[in-house]
Each structure stands twice: as C-alpha cells, then as structure tokens.
C-alpha cells in the first residue's frame, strides 16, 4: 500500500474517542493560540491589504476563508510549530473554517485539528532533512489544508488519497529573496492552503493523484529531501502523537530568536531600562540554527524601511528592543518602532556566535530535526555535512535510537546573552528551553501560555477563559466562540498585559525565579546572577502538566502494580493502592505528575525537593557534565569533586572543610561514625526516636525498635537518651570520657518534627568539649535552608566534629550526600585515602548537582525564603487545625519548611495524608513518629502554592472529621 494510501486510510477513521484527552487539550490550545496569531495578522497592515484583496477571516465561502485565515496567521511568526513543520496556519486554520462553515462542534473541530496535524507533520517529518525548514517548507500546508477539510468533511480514504496526490503534484519551492524581502511573505501559507482546497474539489469530481507521489523514485522525497525518511510516514500511527511536540509561540519573531529575547526580558527586569549608551556590547550565544538564520536574515537589513520578513528572523532588534523595553509586541516590528535609531543603535551592537554545547542540545532534542536525525541514523550525516559542514556532524555524534513516542517532547533552542555596561558590569541570562516551546514547563502550562498570549494580543477575555470548554462544545457554542475570537475592533489587552505577561501566566515561572517573592505579573528571570555563566541551562519547568502521559517504556499503572509485587515489593503495591494505585511519572518545581495526568503539590518527598524538582541551576550543571563525563575512573583526580568540596565547604560552619561524598543520607552517618571509631571513640550515644538510616551502623544509632528488631544483633557499644535532655547525656560521657561519639539531629524530622528546648545543641557540643566526646551533627534533612537558616548548627552556633548533610544536596536531581568535618577529625582519613571509599563517592555527574544545588541556595536566596514560608505557614496550618480538628490533633510544630502535625493516634495520621492526597496535595508520616503528618514543602513556593496548600489541608481536615478516609479516586 502506498504512503498516502496508508496514512489516509488511518486519518479519515480518527475519532474523537481515538484520540487520548491530553492530546485532545493541546490541539484546543493552539487552537487559541493560532486565533490570537490570526487577529494580530488581521490588525497588521499587510493583514488589512490581504483582507482587501481576499475578504474577511470568516466568510461564506470556507476555502476563501480557510486561505485568508492561514495567511493572516503566519507572517508575523506569531504561528505555532511542531516537530516537524510550522503546521497551524493549515491544520488549525482549515478546520476552523469548515467547521464553522458546517455547523460542527467542539470534538469534531480538534478532532479534524489532530488528523491535520498528524498528516502534515508526517509528510514534512519525511522531508525534514532537506533543504526547505521552518516557514519555507510549505510543502506541509498541503498535507494539512487537505486533511484539515476532508476530516470536517468526513469523506472516505479514498477521496483523501486522490486529493493528497493532486495536491503534492505541484508542491512549492519558495525563493528566499521573496521569503525575507518582499510583501510575498503574507502569501506564504495562503498559496500551499488554496492549491490543497482545489486538489479537494477536484477530487471529489473524481480526478485522481498518484498514491506513491511520496516515495516513488520521481516523487516529492527525492526532490524535497536530502536525506529521505518515508518510514516517518506512518511511523507509530496513533502512539507517537505529533500533536504532542507543539511549541507555542509566545513573541513575534523566527523561533530561533526565542529564547534569546526572553533572556534580553530577564536582563532588563535586572538591569531596569539601561541608557543605550550605556551598553558596551551584547553577546548571544547560540546554536548553530539560530546562527545561520540570523546571517540569512542580515542581509536585507541595510538601511531604512527594512522588510518584514528579515526583520522577524533576525536577533539583533528583538533582542534590542526586548533589552531596552521589557517586551517584544507586534508594534515593535513596523515603523516607528523598527525604524527606531536608539534600538537600532543597540541592535548593532548585538554579537552573534556560535556555541557549540547549545547545539549538541538542540540536535539531541526532538524538534526541530533531532527525531529526524534519530531515524536516519548514519545516514544523517549527508544533510549534517550540508547544513552546518564536518564540524556538525562531530558534534552530533552517534544518533541514538528513535523516540517510542513524544510524550517527552523538547525543543532545544537555546541562547545564552551577555550584557557588557560601560561601567564595567557584566549581566548574563542563558535559557536552553524558551518559554512556550515543547518541553516540561510548556506541557505544564500550555493552556496559561496561550490564553496569555490570546489576551496580549488583544482577545476578549470570555475566549480565552472559555478555552478548557473548547473539547465539549456544542456545534452552536463553537460557532459563537470561533466569531467572538475573531471580531474586529480587539477588546485590547488586559491592564498591564503585554508580551512579557506571556511569558509568566499567573505566576507560572515563579517557583524557578531568582526571586520568587517578586509578584509574578511580569516577565520575571529564572536565575539573579550578574557574573558569568558557563554552560547551557535547562528548559524551565516547575508546575507538572495537566495531563501528562506516560513515559516511554513506562506501561500502564496496572502493570507497574503488577511488576512491584513481581519484582519489588507487594507491600508497596499495597500502600499504593491506598493512593488511588497512582504512578507518579513527572516532577518540575513544587508539584508532580501521575500518570493519569493529575497533578499534586509535593510537599512530601523526605525533605529532598527543598529547591523543588529539576532545578534549573542544577539541570544545567548535569547536564553540561552528562555531556561531557559522568563518572570518574577513581584513579585520576577529578575536577568536579574538587569544586564540589570547596563549595560545600564554603557554606558549612567555618572549621568545616574536609568532605567525604557518598551517594545516601544512610551512607554519610556511616562515613561519620567510622570517623568516630577511627579517632578512638568505641561507643555511641544517640537519642530516642532519632533517625539517621537504615544501614547496619545507621540503623544501630537510629532509636526505633521496630526497624532494628529483625536485624539484631546490632553494632556494640550504642545506647539512646531523650531528645533535648542534656543532663542524662552528660552522664553518659561523664561515665567514658573520651569514648563517646555523639549523634543528634538539629531537629528530629522522622521522630516527628521535635524540636530541642533553646540551647540544647549548644550545650551538647560543650558536653562533648569538657568529655572529649566526638559530636556528629545529623543534618541531611534540615541543611541547606530547610529550617530558615543554612543549617540546623548556625541556629545553635555550633561546630560539630561531622556535620552530616544529603537529601537537597543533590538538588533534587540526583542522589548525594556528604559527611563534612573538621581537619583534625578528617585525619585518619587523610592518612589513607583507602580507608573509606566507594566506586561512586564524589562521581563527577553528581558533584555536578552539588554545586548547582549551592548555587540555587544562594542565588535564589532560598534559606530566607524558607525562613519567611514556615512563617507564614505554621501559624494558618496551627489555626486551621484547630478549628476543624481540635480534639483529632495534639500539636502542629515546626520550624522553617519543616512542620509536623502530630494526631492522637497514627491511623488518623494516615487518613489525614490520603485527604490530603484527595486534596492535591502529597505529603509524608514520620517514620519514628508514625502519629505525626509532615510537611516539607520546596522554597521554591508561590503565592498561589501556598493558597493552594492551605485549602487542601483545611478541605482535608473537614473531610477528616466528616466521613472516613476515602480512597482516591480518578478525578
């Protein structure tokens, strides 16, 4: 069967009930976002002439409005993408048209949006390493126009593949000097549509195409493609959703210049609006996509009166003007504006180069052309050779395997922009993922992204908020939504809305802001750093999808239940029944995904998302090192480890500078107390109720019978006191002295949120002093922030011989922990760097995270901000549970980020967690303290969060009361 053949066949039986819901959302929000692209087309003066010569968006006759709707959607490159093509401007604006034209409602509409964009994509896919990308492969309107209207149409396979054949019969090749410099450019996706609406009626007068035009050896691949790939065709037809790998496009502009423009927004949120003057220079690093695109579109910007279609694609007045403003809007791309002489001035100081980091990125993500890398193998290195020479294909290196799907979607294309002042001040921002482009952050929060956009460009606002209808719209509703989004004379934008509040809807990017104090209604930056960054950074993503999929290879929730008891544990399995038998599958910032898609503030976590999920910070330092070695051989030194040392080091109580890493919190209390033996103390005092690990040594000093019981006989030597009772600890070193180790925790997290009477750390660490004691500090889950300061020992003012750090360490990316001491109690181990060791101890990917993890602390100021949200949350938390459970609670504690609300029995602890789960929200039991409920929310919270996690834990404790725990249910 022939290409066309096949992928018609499967397009013209596609139901709206064949389509996962998920998808089904992403094609409503560009849907929307394509509206908004067609009103600032139509608002433009080439939008008015094209209207002129065509007639209105929506007219009588649907193929006219079908061409001029895709023609005032794309020039202003305000039109969406996917892997592979720029696809809205026929795959949204073709279905639009007929259903409007035939009284269809909201699932046959995004149905018809879905089938368009599977067929277009493909068919470009096929083609993506050619010579023809971006906009000028308008060979993908075709594909698009034809599928878009034969699926409203509900005509047979049959007519499809005959249209698809006439249609590709005469595919187009645009010529560049039109493309960039000439009013041609607003013809750019109104041509391919009207030759796909006359392929379709001439169709179903009974013409016919070639079925094979595809791959025959005289069809479009062999002329369109350097590299064919008709495999691409129908490659996983109804599991790899191309649906899934949109970018929604937030500014005007080539989406090459993307993510440099919402660094230039950072810096000028930074730097407030800096006098032209006073700009040295500016430096964007790029990928090489980005590099070649913009000296393409240099040469026709000499001079007054520059084209459009230059303009748009290249990086130095977007990124001027976005530097200098605060925004980047249509009105910055036509006279006065573009003609400016301050912006221009600064523009040419605009440098553009080439990183070659951000291009290993960019080609190992999917869109724009890595998947098709992927599936050519070897033989992608001809079109590698073609596009960028032999270095490309260097930096390529191996393909890897093709996607199983794309439910992981990204687009890689990254800048990073440096601002050099006449003053001597430097300010940089680097972004690998822009805002809106497929990634994490964008599958979060597509539908924020768009109705943003949607409002900034000047659409009423009962559209926009009507969006999350758009998949149960009747035929009527549809119709009057689809007039209302296109109606002349724009309701305008809401007060203070530009297109810098496209980039932050409600405070989406708050949780990876330097700051995330500031208010979110503005472009705010994901990282306050003045000095020079080195290496690519991540995509920006915190909140989880509203719908996401499940991973590749994952399988369903049933069979991973299956496989624990199988394989892992059958009580696990149980547990997470209890739980609805949810899988979580996605984390970013402060929440987390299931495979159901729903959502969940995590608030649980055993303390380690004290900076949330996939830190940008420390994304970007993993990677980078990912990149380049991962893991060390153990006989050379390594770098890595070494800057990882000195930057815990720098942050540890002064006299705290020797540092031993491992992998968990378990493993460093073993590092510690080994420390201990080798400086000659044989016994150790812990405390009941403290938690330091489940190893044997660990285990021994943890103070729970429960879990050591089966393991028994322990380490000799180890016997418990109260927590906070200094006087019977003293008695226990007055009895050895210069025997014991001590260790305690700043506060018992796992024993239930118990927090020490004032002064009891200091005390102990002078007990130690006056009896020679060796005094281990336990803070891998209270460090770096967790309690409002950076640690548990600053609080008390103390220097223990082993401060114990791990959880955040790892910045919530990787497993790491470290046991930091003193010089002299660091001595055996200086002796014999034999002595303790492990194959993965300071392995260079997770020194990696360690210093990103630093970095975020500090530059997002992080150990405040935990200070400042434990304040504001312990007393509402303390009052809620008052008012609804007085007699079920005993006392809500905390300190910092770390609160614990302790139950009159430990079964009304659990029913409270699945409440809380009921609520969306995910929090953790004490391990020793099983009655007690813990929160350990990330400091990385928003406004929005915190609103959200008290009105959880207020509808929980009111359900609480009301009927007993109910297991969760799909919502």
């Excluded at 300190?895 to 409440?915: H, N, Q, S, W």
């Amino acid at each position: 069967m022939a290409l066309f053949e096949d992928l018609a066949g499967w397009a013209a039986r596609l139901t709206p009930d064949a389509v996962p819901a998920r998808v089904l959302r992403r094609a409503a929000s560009q849907v929307l976002s394509q509206l908004g692209a067609v009103r600032a087309g139509a608002e433009h003066p080439l939008g008015r002439r094209l209207a002129a010569a065509f007639g209105p968006p929506l007219q009588s006759d649907p193929r006219q409005a079908a061409a001029v709707l895709a023609g005032l959607g794309s020039f202003l490159n305000l039109d969406d993408t996917a892997y592979a093509g720029h696809l809205s401007n026929s795959t949204v604006a073709v279905p639009l048209a007929y259903a409007h034209a035939r009284r269809l409602d909201g699932p046959a509409l995004l149905t018809a949006v879905v089938a368009a964009n599977e067929c277009a994509a493909r068919i470009t896919a096929a083609a993506t390493l050619g010579p023809l990308r971006g906009q000028t492969a308008l060979h993908a309107h075709l594909a698009g126009a034809v599928a878009g209207r034969l699926h409203c149409e509900r005509a047979p396979a049959a007519r499809w593949t005959a249209a698809l054949g006439l249609a590709y019969a005469q595919p187009p090749w645009p010529l560049m000097r039109a493309f960039l410099a000439s009013d041609a450019r607003v013809l750019n996706a109104f041509g391919p549509v009207r030759t796909a609406m006359d392929a379709c009626d001439a169709a179903a007068a009974g013409l016919t195409g070639a079925p094979d035009l595809l791959e025959h050896p005289d069809g479009f691949l062999r002329r369109f493609a350097t590299v064919p790939l008709p495999e691409a065709v129908t490659a996983g037809l109804g599991t790899r959703w191309h649906t899934e790998t949109f970018s929604y496009k937030l500014h005007p502009g080539g989406p090459g210049i993307d993510a440099a423009v919402d660094c230039a927004l950072d810096l000028h949120h930074d730097l407030g609006a800096p006098d032209a003057a006073a700009v040295e220079d500016v430096l964007v690093e790029a990928s090489l996509y980005t590099v070649l695109a913009g000296q393409r579109a240099r040469r026709y910007l000499d001079g007054p009166g520059r084209p459009l279609g230059a303009l748009v694609l290249d990086i130095g007045h977007p990124v001027a003007t976005a530097l200098l403003t605060g925004r980047l809007t249509v009105a910055d791309l036509v006279p006065p504006a573009a003609d400016d002489p301050v912006r221009r001035a600064v523009a040419g100081k605009v440098r553009l180069r080439h990183d070659p980091g951000l291009t290993r990125e960019l080609l190992a993500s999917e869109a724009p052309f890595g998947e098709a890398l992927r599936q050519a193998g070897p033989a992608a290195a001809a079109w590698l050779r073609e596009f960028g020479g032999d270095d490309l294909v260097r930096l390529a290196g191996e393909p890897a395997p093709p996607a199983a799907d794309f439910a992981g979607s990204a687009k890689a294309t990254g800048a990073r922009v440096t601002v050099r002042l006449t003053d001597g001040r430097t300010a940089e921002r680097e972004l690998l993922i822009p805002y809106g482009a497929a990634g994490p952050h964008t599958r979060a929060h597509h539908a924020d992204l768009v109705r943003a956009k949607f409002r900034a460009l000047g659409g009423p606002a009962g559209v926009a908020d009507a969006l999350p209808r758009l998949p149960e719209m009747t035929a009527a509703e549809l119709r009057a939504w689809t007039e209302e989004a296109l109606a002349s004379g724009p309701e305008g934008p809401s007060p203070g809305a530009d297109q810098a509040a496209v980039s932050d809807p409600s405070g989406a990017r708050a949780t990876v802001t330097a700051h995330p104090h500031r208010p979110p209604h503005g472009h705010v930056p994901w990282t306050a750093r003045p000095d020079r960054r080195t290496g690519p950074a991540d995509d920006i993503e915190e909140q989880p999808p509203v719908s996401a999929p499940a991973l590749p290879g994952t399988g369903t929730d049933a069979e991973i239940l299956r496989l624990y008891r199988a394989h892992l544990s059958k009580g696990r399995a149980t547990l997470a029944e209890l739980f609805g038998g949810r899988m979580e599958v996605a984390s970013s910032g402060a929440w987390l995904t299931t495979s159901d898609g729903e959502r969940y503030l995590n608030c649980g976590g055993y303390g380690v998302f004290l900076m949330g999920a996939r830190h940008p910070a420390v994304m970007a330092e993993v990677r980078r090192q990912l990149s380049v070695h991962p893991v060390g051989t153990r006989i050379l030194l390594e770098p890595a480890v070494a800057r990882a040392a000195e930057a815990l080091a720098a942050v540890t109580p002064a006299g705290l500078d020797r540092v031993h890493f491992s992998l968990s919190g378990t493993e460093a209390v073993e590092t510690a107390l080994k420390l201990a033996r080798a400086n000659g103390r044989r016994k150790v005092v812990a405390t009941h109720l403290g938690y330091h690990g489940k190893t044997l040594g660990a285990l021994s000093v943890s103070g729970k019978d429960l879990y050591q019981r089966p393991f028994r006989p322990l380490l000799d030597g180890v016997s418990h006191v109260p927590y906070g009772d200094a006087d019977l600890l003293e008695k226990e070193l007055a009895e050895s002295p210069g025997e014991v180790c001590v260790i305690v925790e700043p506060v018992q997290g796992e024993g239930g949120v118990i927090i020490p009477p004032d002064g009891y750390l200091r005390r102990v660490g002078e007990l130690c002093r006056e009896y020679g004691g060796f005094f281990v500090l336990d803070e891998v889950q209270t460090g770096l922030g967790r309690l409002g300061t950076w640690w548990g020992a600053d609080a008390a003012e103390v220097v223990p011989d082993v401060l114990v750090a791990g959880k955040a360490l790892g910045g919530g990316v990787v497993p790491v922990s470290a046991a930091i001491a003193t010089r002299e109690a660091f001595r055996p181990f200086d002796k014999d760097p034999y002595l303790h060791t492990g194959t993965f101890s300071g392995a260079p990917l997770l020194m990696a995270a360690v210093q990103g993890a630093i970095r975020a602390v500090q530059e997002d100021d992080l150990v405040p901000r935990a200070a400042a949200l434990g304040a504001r949350l312990l007393p509402r938390i303390t009052e809620i549970a008052a008012r609804n459970i007085p007699d079920l609670v005993t006392e809500v504690r905390g300190r910092g980020l770390l609160i614990g609300v302790e139950l009159v029995e430990a079964g009304l602890a659990g029913e409270l967690l699945i409440e809380l789960f009921n609520h969306g929200v995910v929090a953790n039991h004490s391990m020793n303290g099983s009655n007690v409920v813990r929160f350990t929310p990330p400091a990385v919270l928003t406004d929005a969060d915190v609103e959200h996690l008290l009105a959880a834990f207020d509808g929980a404790t009111r359900d609480l009361v009301e009927h007993a725990a109910r297991m969760p249910e799909r919502r």
